[in-house]
């Protein structure tokens, strides 16, 4: 049988691991920060009638500029941004891989700050970018000295801070970013996935006036349409013509965008459920110290939480009883995406019962 090695793969791709978490079809499903719950019928009925018009013209290509979705989401994160500092990909991890492809490559590097979201590194990896990385604060934080001095050391062609970070749930505060861009003369890519979940003030409020910050979002946490695929990006247009040059043409195909526009005509409705998503997240950040673990402050859906003494034995348990979280690799820790009421107390009361600890 051929293995991967017989192949005449790229020598900086030989021994590397694919993105994997396991997609496992239990009755709690808390392991990759979903909105776990379904998207109102009455949206899902419009976006069929969408899609049902969409499907008739798909003997043609779809709009390549995709101008009614960038209309959209433009009015979706308000701001004062305009279609024209829009742009969108199947999903954010394909915008990162875009703005990889346009501003990193073979020669160039990109800076994180680990742990975070595993998608960086491994889309590093694809598009031939040097992934270089810096220590965080105790306590996962990032202070503002940090992340300039780690900067200054490494002089990285792009930066990533992810805001809250995952798998984390920190927060990390506007000045941070604004000293990250004053200190990079490269391109500052600030990882927005979970912004609708924080109290605090998003990166889009730093755009104007500083073409060399990108911030990225997504359709596929709290707006509810992971399975959709849609991921976007807010900068100065100039950058959405550098996306231009590396996009495959015709990316966005004509049902993801009819699906998208009228998801985003009903946004106060998909997002409906993010109160009640932080409540959860909030509540389980108040149990979890009595059941004898540590829970981190969380800006998001999710809650990292230490004090586990076999994380693998803790997550294998919890599959026995339909339950799937998340093993982050990071020792005595584990992550748990904050679902409903009744995922939040079935997890919850598992957890208290458990042999392994
Ligand atoms: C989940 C997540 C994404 C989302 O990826 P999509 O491709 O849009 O589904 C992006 N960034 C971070 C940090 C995430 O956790």
Known sequence: MTELSDLPIRDDLRGLQPYGAPQEHVRVQLNVNENTHPIPEAVATDIVKALAEAVLGVNRYPDREFTELRESLAGYLGHGLTAENVWAANGSNEVLQQVLQAFGGPGRSVLGFPPTYSMHSIIANGTGTRWVTAERDAGYELSLQTVVEAIRREQPDIVFLCSPNNPTGTPLALETIV???????????????YAEFQEGDTALRLLEGRPRLLVSRTMSKAFAFAGARLGYLAADPAVTDALRLVRLPYHLSALTQAAAVAALAHAPEMLAMVEDIKQQRDRMIVALPALGYTPL??????????????????????????????????PHHLRVTAGSDAETTIFLDALARLSAR
């Open 179 to 193: 000293a990250a861009y004053d200190a990079t003369p490269g391109i500052l890519l600030v990882d927005e996935a």
């Open 297 to 330: 402050p969380s800006a998001a859906n999710f809650v990292l939480f230490g004090g586990v003494e076999n994380p693998h034995a803790v997550f294998e348990e919890l599959l026995e009883n339909d339950i799937i979280i998340r093993d982050v690799g990071i």
